[in-house]
C-alpha cells in the first residue's frame, strides 16, 4: 500500500497563490507517475496535472498558464503551485500516483484522500 501525506490546502482570494504538496511513503515501489486531480460539488474529477518519472508534464486545458507542477523525486513528492486561483478552481485537490512494485514490475494507481481548495473573497 501507498500512503500520502497531502498538505497546502485552504482559503485562498482570488487572485491569490497557494501551493500544494504531497508526499508518499511505503516500501517497495517505484513511482512512474504523481500528479492532481480536483473534483467539485456535482462535478467529474478532473485533471490538473501529472508528471511522469522522466519528466514529462500533463496540464489540464483549465489551469494551463496558471498552475506548476514539480516534483523531487529523491523524497516520493510531488508540489503544484497554484497562481492567479479563480472562484472555479475551489475543489477537493486529490493526489494520485502511478507506482510499479515486484518482481514482475507490476503497475497499481493510489489516491490520496484529498484537500480542499477554497478560491473566496
Known amino acids: 500500500q501507498v500512503q500520502f501525506v497531502e498538505s497546502g490546502g485552504g482559503l485562498v482570494q482570488p487572485g491569490g497563490s497557494l501551493r500544494l504538496s504531497c508526499t508518499a511513503s511505503?516500501?517497495?515501489?517505484?513511482?512512474?507517475?504523481m500528479g492532481w486531480y480536483h473534483q467539485a460539488p456535482g462535478k467529474q474529477r478532473e485533471l490538473v496535472a501529472t508528471?511522469?518519472?522522466?519528466?514529462?508534464?500533463t496540464y489540464g486545458d483549465s489551469v494551463k498558464g496558471r498552475f506548476t507542477i514539480s516534483r523531487d523525486h529523491a523524497k516520493n513528492t510531488v508540489y503544484l503551485q497554484m497562481n492567479m486561483v479563480k472562484l472555479d478552481d475551489t475543489a477537493v485537490y486529490y493526489c494520485?500516483?502511478?507506482?510499479?512494485?515486484?518482481?514482475?514490475?507490476?503497475?497499481?494507481?493510489?489516491w490520496g484522500q484529498g484537500t480542499q481548495v477554497t478560491v473566496s473573497s
Open positions: 494520485y500516483t502511478e507506482v510499479t512494485r515486484g518482481l514482475l514490475n507490476s503497475r497499481f494507481a493510489y
Open positions: 511505503g516500501s517497495g515501489f517505484s513511482i512512474h507517475t
Open positions: 508528471i511522469t518519472s522522466t519528466g514529462t508534464i
